[in-house]
């Protein structure tokens, strides 16, 4: 029967070298069809997804379904038929959720959830084996005999660590990873604030620098159309690349210095867009004021795209990742989903806070049925200030980069606890 820390260690050390294969890939498309049904609009695959096919959608029904626009007849500018486009993107979502459910399901545990809390290291071995095609120097036995002795040896040290193993709301975690995972909730928090507020000025920004008509010069479906155009244009040149800069870097010069940059450069960017709103925004045009004549509108769309390409080469990439690096394998999940619960939450505010605090300030500017807000170039300035709360509590969180998950969360200290009170016991 071979010892089972031997065992457990082996599967950690080959899973620490094992070199990227096809299961790598396959996780890799599993989690990234979960981050399309995730309903995050902006991140790199469902982006230009979702926006190509609210382009061809919109294209098609508008095509066949022509109307004028809202300003000339505000009922026939919507057609019936546009109420299909946003139920056939819904259900367009449905598809990637349905897969990502079907191939999860037919994928071991991981092992290091088996190995570390389940203390089942002849079962991880075993699951390893068959999806790294990986042979362990140490045998098992897969008798019945075995396998019960083994479920027995799992459960008694699975009793050992629980007298050395802190919890989630425990002295000991507050004091190992309380600053951490303060860090990880408000940095992605500010995140999610800044980053899908930016989403809803896209639209602002479009019509002021003449990309888009205004929304009374379009119908419902060539709005739809028009609008998606032009995001996915943005998306194409910076949000895009920057989650490819992430891939290339990520591991050269780690997370903790690309998640910090990111935040700089988007405060950077919006208080720069703030400060110099009017100059690069122009005025009211003569002819239309719907529109704005005399600023510089290339630069301003330039470093509106830059903080797309700054969020994803930076926090919207790096957010992600840490939390599942941090913490020891029992509580990984349930800090990571904390931490991601802290996410949507900054997404909610982000999406439907900025939509009244972004209006005009001036009473009967606003968008119809909205209160007045505090307008954009105040917005920004907010959103500027989320960043910058980002960019400080990212010293919160450690580099991550080149080490292992055991050193990272401490769990080799735990172990060597473990065994050292059983031994104690056993005396």
Request: aromatic fraction near 14%; charge should be neutral.
């Amino acid at each position: 029967m071979p010892d089972q820390s031997a065992v457990g260690m082996e599967v950690l050390r080959t899973l620490d070298k094992a070199k990227t294969q096809g299961y790598h890939f396959k996780s890799i498309v599993i989690a990234g069809m979960g981050f399309f049904t995730d309903a995050y609009d902006l991140f790199s695959i469902s982006t230009v997804t979702r926006l190509l096919v609210a382009i061809i959608l919109s294209a098609a029904f508008n095509a066949a379904y022509h109307r004028p626009a809202f300003q000339v007849d505000q009922i026939r500018s919507t057609p019936p038929q546009a109420d299909y486009v946003w139920r056939l993107l819904f259900m367009f979502g449905a598809l990637p959720a349905a897969l990502t459910y079907y191939y999860r399901i037919r994928m071991p545990e991981t092992a290091r959830y088996t190995a570390l809390v389940e203390k089942n290291n002849e079962q991880a071995a075993r699951d390893m084996e068959k999806v790294l095609h990986v042979q362990f120097q140490t045998k098992h036995d897969d008798s019945s005999v075995a396998m019960g002795v083994q479920k027995h040896q799992a459960a008694v040290e699975r009793e050992a660590d629980k007298k050395v193993q802190y919890k989630l709301f425990s002295q000991e975690f507050l004091r190992r990873h309380g600053y951490q995972l303060l860090g990880c909730t408000v940095c992605w928090f500010m995140l999610d604030v800044a980053f899908y507020s930016q989403n809803l000025f896209q639209k602002d920004i479009f019509t002021a620098v003449g990309w888009i008509p205004a929304a009374k010069k379009m119908s419902a479906l060539e709005e739809v159309f028009k609008i998606s155009r032009a995001q996915a244009l943005i998306a194409l040149v910076s949000t895009v690349p920057g989650y490819w800069v992430t891939v290339a870097l990520i591991d050269r010069v780690g997370r903790w210095w690309i998640q910090l940059n990111g935040f700089f450069m988007m405060t950077l960017f919006m208080l720069v867009l703030t400060f110099d709103y009017y100059n690069l925004r122009g005025d009211p045009c003569p002819a239309d004021s719907s529109k704005y004549c005399g600023g510089n509108h290339l630069a301003f769309i330039a470093m509106y795209a830059l903080t797309f390409f700054f969020a994803n080469f930076g926090p919207n990439s790096t957010t992600f990742i840490v939390p599942a690096e941090l913490f020891p394998a029992r509580l990984r999940s349930t800090c990571h989903g904390i931490s991601a619960a802290s996410g949507k939450a900054g997404a909610i505010v982000g999406a439907f806070g900025f939509l009244y605090a972004s209006q005009n300030e001036h009473q009967g500017k606003q968008d119809h049925g909205y209160p007045t807000g505090i307008g954009i170039k105040k917005s920004l300035l907010v959103l500027a200030v989320c960043n910058a709360i980002g960019f400080f509590f990212t010293f919160f969180v450690p580099e991550t980069n080149g080490k292992s998950l055991e050193e990272l969360s401490g769990e080799n200290e735990e172990s060597n606890g473990a065994v050292e009170k059983t031994k104690a016991d056993n005396l």
